[in-house]
């Protein structure tokens, strides 16, 4: 599942680039939302909304020293059967070049962060990671 997705073919329905904030992040999600909106995926959106609301919070969070900005872009492209998102950072690599596996919830557990890539992983049909070039890249691919 963490193999390199290459540029998917089919239409193009959204891109973006803009500074990786936490202020950016809203913008974005009400941009993406409204794109799959407009080109009748709204079956998809509260999936894509929370994943994207994750990676776009490690960014911010993770990718990026303290007190510095960086940018985050997004492309999205459909097909009849595949929605799939591109999101590239300039940010940190991830550890070891690899995506966290993310752990299930434990309903004990009252920890109010850490389940982010567990519920990416569970939401979404396939995922990717490259990181080249000073680049981060992920590709989140939704079934239609």
Known sequence: MDR?????PGSSI?????????ATTPLLLSQVDSALVQRWFEELRDDVRIVLAEVLNNIVEHGYPPRSVGAVAINMHATNAVLTINVRDWGRAYACQTL???SSPNPTDLAEGGYGWFLIRALVSELAYERAEGMNRLTLAFGL
């Not at 390199?4 to 998917?8: G, I």
Request: aromatic share 12%.
């Open 4 to 8: 390199f997705l290459p540029d998917s």
């Open 100 to 102: 966290p596996r993310g």
């Open 14 to 22: 959204f891109a973006a680039c803009l500074p990786a904030m936490d």
